[in-house]
């Protein structure tokens, strides 16, 4: 899904606080949360890593989990949020995205909030509607409540990700190059709360989504043509996205995600976990992947995707290639693509006149 409302604060209002602060309420009730998915989820329509945390309790998927301002803020806009988009059917939804201002720079946004609190709920606008508001909130008072999931990240306007190296390319969506590791922005109480919810089977426990490193093929990829993160299709933006990054639970594990691969998004991991796309550079010549599907394990038994659990690993399926990618930098900053679904590397002998060219 793209959100359509702007979501950081501009720092140009008169008399706002400027400069970092430290968050000392929770987003949500952590006692009511099972687990906390980090940074950089790579999903369906999620063909880039995503640039939020999501907080979940599946178990328990009615319970209405309050959710609270971590700072004293303004909430600045409410979008109420009617359908989600995927490659299957779009689903109805009913819940809201809202974005507090908590100084001239600092914004929380929150997405999948389910229920708001009686002064915000006076100022929603119907469903599939963006209203923009002005509601004054103090740390810790509760906004509304969530149902089995609500996203949240934190957005700062003097942060600049250097992993995300063209920002123009996310223009469709303007906050994401500032969206900061949001457990930076909590007093070390809350911290470690959060932390204890992580899934991530290692340190950053909130996770990472910047992963472009110049001259190198990890990183996002937008196919030429297409805007960007934009894209040209409202209801499909995805389809030209193409990210070559790692699980954001098991990061030493190489995910290729693409926009448009038999005619759907998919996420893969790569037949051998190799070579490491850090490491892939113009002089490494064409690049050749066969993709596999692949689960998370917790110990002798598959996770199941829910339940809080330590040292996740990452283990690759032994039912058959699901595909071929071909990958060659021509430049630092260009990309030549042609996938092959249903072709094992053998059957594939290279580029074709269907190759499409990537940028970033």
């Not at 606080?17 to 952590?30: K, N, Y």
């Not at 954001?248 to 594990?253: G, K, N, Y």
Request: charged residues 20%.
């Amino acid at each position: 899904m793209t959100a359509q409302a702007p979501a950081a604060a501009s720092g140009s209002g008169g008399g706002c606080q400027g400069g970092r602060i430290t968050f000392q309420s929770a987003p949500v009730d952590l006692d009511a949360t099972a687990v906390m998915v980090p940074l950089g989820l790579m999903s369906g329509s999620h063909v880039t890593p995503v640039d939020h945390i999501y907080f979940q309790n599946y178990r328990e998927r009615t319970r209405e989990i309050a959710v609270f301002s971590p700072a004293a803020g303004t909430v600045k806009d409410i979008q109420h949020l009617s359908q989600s988009l995927s490659d299957g059917p779009n689903q109805a939804i009913d819940d809201y995205r809202l974005t507090i201002e908590h100084t001239c720079t600092i914004s929380s946004i929150f997405i999948h909030v389910a229920t708001l609190s009686p002064s915000l709920a006076a100022v929603a606008p119907p469903p599939g509607q963006y209203a923009r508001v002005n509601v004054a909130l103090r740390a810790g008072e509760q906004i509304g409540t969530y149902r089995g999931n609500v996203d949240y990240n934190v957005v700062d306007t003097d942060v600049i990700l250097p992993g995300l190296l063209v920002p123009e390319h996310y223009a469709g969506e303007p906050w994401k190059i500032h969206a900061a590791p949001p457990f930076e922005y909590f007093s070390q109480a809350i911290r470690q709360q959060m932390e204890a919810l992580s899934l991530r089977a290692e340190a950053p426990f909130d996770g990472r989504f910047d992963y472009d490193i110049d001259g190198r093929l990890v990183g996002n990829w937008f196919q030429e043509g297409t805007g960007g993160y934009r894209g040209t299709d409202t209801q499909r933006y995805w389809a030209g996205h193409l990210a070559i990054a790692y699980d954001h639970l098991v990061p030493s594990h190489v995910v290729i995600s693409i926009g448009t691969f038999d005619g759907k998004s998919v996420q893969l991991a790569v037949r051998g976990n190799t070579p490491d796309p850090a490491d892939v550079s113009v002089a490494s010549g064409l690049v050749v992947y066969e993709l596999v599907g692949y689960d998370r394990w917790a110990g002798s038994q598959p996770w199941d995707g829910e339940s809080l659990v330590t040292g996740l690993e990452a283990r690759n399926r032994d039912s058959g290639v699901r595909g071929t990618v071909l990958l060659q930098l021509v430049e630092d900053r260009r990309l030549r693509v042609e996938a092959f679904p249903g072709k094992s590397a053998s059957e594939v002998t290279g580029f074709t006149a269907a190759a499409l060219m990537y940028q970033r």
